[in-house]
T-cell receptor
Framework: AQKVTQAQTEISVVEKEDVTLDCVYE???????LFWYKQPPSGELVFLIRRNSFDEQNEISGRYSWNFQKSTSSFNFTITASQVVDSAVYFC????????????FGTGTSLTVIP | DADVTQTPRNRITKTGKRIMLECSQTKGHDRMYWYRQDPGLGLRLIYYSFDVKDINKGEISDGYSVSRQAQAKFSLSLESAIPNQTALYFCATSDFSTGGSYEQYFGPGTRLTVT
């Protein structure tokens, strides 16, 4: 079975603080993909990153960075020097080849950045 | 123009009514999906289609049906709407190549209220 757990339901930080959003996944497939999406208050879902199971390199994009660790089945997302515009709900998702590449989403983490 | 469009954007309907939500895409993707989002539950897959002749049930297909009229169009129907189908509905598309699972691109969502 495929499962994504985002244990942090809500997080509040003060602007300029760093914040890490946790994502833990479960799959028996050896080939899988992990994703992060952002849902700002306007409601649309914005794709942020894709990572496949064969690539454990961390990735940095501006103030965003992702830490993929297969040993702990985690794919955590860090925002450095948070800004008010980062306030949104963030979803982690898993796609595995043995389930037809369906997406399984976590329940999301609502991040509020306080000015 | 948006790559994935959904109509209507908002809809209020009464219990027992039939309603159709429509999705169109200009991304040229073969794969299309319908999700519903409920507070605290993340996104759950209703139906998905890998091409015009391929329709598959997702996690929560009961009470819903779909039609893939063309590569670019995928409609979701509620045959007899009930209040617990009140939710935010998203259409998504993705590309796919052998050995890969690509990110999904989402429409703006349809907010459906069943009274």
């Amino acid at each position: 079975a495929q499962k994504v757990t985002q244990a942090q339901t809500e997080i509040s930080v003060v602007e300029k603080e760093d914040v890490t959003l946790d994502c833990v996944y479960e799959t028996r497939d050896t080939t899988y993909y992990l994703f992060w999406y952002k849902q700002p208050p306007s409601g649309e879902l914005v794709f942020l990153i894709r990572r496949n199971s064969f690539d454990e390199q961390n990735e940095i994009s501006g103030r965003y960075s992702w830490n993929f660790q297969k040993s702990t089945s985690s794919f955590n997302f860090t925002i450095t020097a948070s800004q008010v515009v980062d306030s949104a709900v963030y979803f982690c998702a898993l796609s595995a080849s043995n389930t037809g590449n369906q997406f399984y989403f976590g329940t999301g983490t609502s991040l509020t950045v306080i000015p | 123009d948006a790559d994935v469009t959904q109509t209507p954007r908002n809809r209020i309907t009464k219990t027992g009514k039939r309603i159709m939500l429509e999705c169109s895409q200009t991304k040229g993707h073969d794969r299309m999906y319908w999700y519903r989002q409920d507070p605290g539950l993340g996104l759950r897959l209703i139906y998905y289609s890998f091409d015009v002749k391929d329709i598959n049930k997702g996690e929560i297909s009961d009470g819903y049906s779909v039609s893939r009229q063309a590569q670019a169009k995928f409609s979701l129907s509620l045959e007899s709407a009930i209040p617990n189908q009140t939710a935010l509905y998203f259409c998504a598309t993705s590309d796919f190549s052998t050995g890969g699972s690509y990110e999904q691109y989402f429409g703006p969502g349809t907010r459906l209220t069943v009274t």
